[in-house]
């Protein structure tokens, strides 16, 4: 190779990776910090369920979702206070409870809190199941917590106007406000008796989810401004519950192991008795 054609491929690589180091400089920390899905961790001994601020929550791993406006329903707002929340989530393989914090300036008794999940394996749209395009409508299971109660109530909805109360109360939550964020535990058993209405949650699998919330009053003073379909909402995004570890790998290993031994056992033995 020439001398000038070395010298020309150096410069061009090197013009590359001072192009790669600009993208990746000038990519903004919010979107490198944004998850697409929550992961419940199995654990033993007990879930934090009504203790926001226990230990057992540094095992979990964050995951942030950006939050919008909720502009699918005519009541709606420009601006919402609440710009992402932060999820972890842990499971014992009973239970599973989620942690949901985000930033707040006021506590309020309005303040609100939601989880929403597809039921079962019809597609449904993120705003209450609302029918959209070629996505039917619902059904959707929606975990809805209120400061006013400090209490979750389990709710089922299929499109905008149709969201109502369960029969049934499986979901339980409690919330904690303090140096301008909220931190409230949603926790339920991970299947329930009433599928056509609830999630069911099987270790391993993805499922969709989504979130709501709504500050209460801005600034702690004025009429409500975050009520009803105005409120901060995320799209679909994802969850999995960990499946409890698989030993059959070694149990198979430990087989192989056993028979090798036994052959070259019983091998010894046919060869003393032949010599």
């Known amino acids: 190779m020439k001398p000038a054609n070395r010298v020309m491929k150096q410069v061009l690589r090197g013009g590359a990776a001072v192009i790669a180091a600009m993208v990746i ?18 654990v ?30 005519p009541n709606r707002i420009q601006e919402v206070t609440v710009k992402d929340v932060a999820v972890r989530a842990l499971h014992d393989g009973k239970q599973v409870a989620f942690l949901l914090e985000y930033r707040d300036p006021s506590q309020d008794p309005d303040d609100a809190a939601a989880f929403e999940f597809m039921v079962g394996d019809k597609k449904a749209h993120f705003a209450h ?14 975990w809805f917590w209120k400061n006013r109660t400090d209490k979750a109530t389990d709710m089922t909805a299929k499109g905008f106007g149709t969201l109502k109360p369960q029969t049934h109360q499986d979901v339980k939550a409690k919330g904690i406000y303090a140096n301008g964020t909220w931190k409230v535990v949603f926790s339920r058993n991970l299947s329930t008796d009433h599928p056509e209405e609830d999630v069911q949650i099987t270790p391993g699998q993805f499922i969709s989810i989504a979130f709501a919330v709504w500050d209460g009053r801005k600034d702690g003073a004025g009429e409500l401004v975050e009520k009803g379909s105005q409120k901060a909402v995320s799209s679909w995004w994802y969850f999995r519950a960990d499946a409890p570890p698989d030993y059959s790998g070694y149990m198979y290993a430990a087989i192989a192991v056993g028979l090798a031994l036994g052959f070259q056992f019983v091998l010894i033995r046919k060869l003393k008795k032949g010599q």
């Open 25 to 42: 400089v000038s990519v903004p920390c919010s979107f490198a910090q944004e998850s697409v899905a929550v992961r419940a961790t199995l």
């Open 44 to 73: 033993t001994g007990g879930l934090p369920l009504d203790d926001p601020n226990a230990a057992a929550w540094s095992g979990a791993v964050p995951a942030t979702f950006p939050m919008s406006p909720q502009v699918h329903w």
């Open 129 to 142: 199941g609302q029918p959209m395009l070629q996505v039917e409508g619902g059904p959707v299971n929606i």
